[in-house]
C-alpha cells in the first residue's frame, strides 16, 4: 500500500515568490494535516481536513497561505508570497479518524515532507 | 504553538544501554502519542497510550503515562544504532482528533 506522498520535496525559491505543495494521502483516509516544522522543533498543526472540509485552520496564516482539498482527496498548500521566515519544512499527515462519528485509531501517517528554502 | 515538552533535548548513549525520554503537556487529554523522526523524513507513529492506561509495550519500547502530574515516559531497551532519531510526543485533547506535538527529544545511540 503507497504511503503518504507529497511534492516536491526540495523547493528553493526567492522570497515574496509563490509556492506550492502537494499531497496524496493513503487511499480511504479521510482525515488530513499539515504541519509545519522548522529546525530542531517539534511539528506546527496549520490545517486540519475532514474530507473536504477544513475543520481546523486557526493557525493558518491567511494573509498569505491558502489550502484546498477538493474532493476530499489530495490537498494543495500555497504560500503567495513567500517570505524569508517560511524558509521550514511542511509535512502532511493522513489518518483514518473520523471525528463525526468518534470512530478512529489516532494514528497519523506523515509523508516525507517537502523543504522550502527561501532565499 | 507547542502542547508538550520532551526532556532531555538531547541524549546520546552507547548500544545496548536503555533510553528514556519525557514528555510534559499542560492541559488534559484523550490519548498521548509517541512518533520517531529520522533525519530528513517524515515521522512515524511508534505507540499510542490512552488517558485511562498507565503503561504499554510494544517490542523495546515501553511507555507510562500519569495524568496526575501530565506526564509520559518512552522507554527504548537495549538500544541499536538505528534507533538514533527525533522522538516527540502528541496529545490530542478531550473530543478532538487534534494533535499537537512536543519539541523532540534528539538521540543518539553510539555503536
Known sequence: ?119 | SQQGEEDPQALSIQEGENATMNCSYKTSINNLQWYRQNSGRGLVHLILIRSNEREKHSGRLRVTLDTSKKSSSLLITASRAADTASYFCATSRGGTYKYIFGTGTRLKVLA
Open chain 1, 1 to 119: 500500500e503507497a504511503g503518504v506522498v507529497q511534492s516536491p520535496r526540495y523547493k528553493i525559491i526567492e522570497k515574496k515568490q509563490p509556492v506550492a505543495f502537494w499531497c496524496n494521502p493513503i487511499s480511504g483516509h479521510n482525515t488530513l494535516y499539515w504541519y509545519l516544522q522548522n529546525l530542531g522543533q517539534g511539528p506546527e498543526l496549520l490545517i486540519r481536513y475532514e474530507n473536504e472540509e477544513a475543520v481546523d485552520d486557526s493557525q493558518l496564516p491567511k494573509d498569505r497561505f491558502s489550502a484546498e482539498r477538493l474532493k476530499g482527496v489530495d490537498s494543495t498548500l500555497k504560500i503567495q508570497p513567500a517570505e524569508l521566515g517560511d524558509s521550514a519544512v511542511y509535512l502532511c499527515a493522513s489518518s483514518l479518524d473520523r471525528p463525526r462519528t468518534g470512530v478512529g485509531t489516532g494514528e497519523l501517517f506523515f509523508g516525507e515532507g517537502s523543504r522550502l528554502t527561501v532565499l
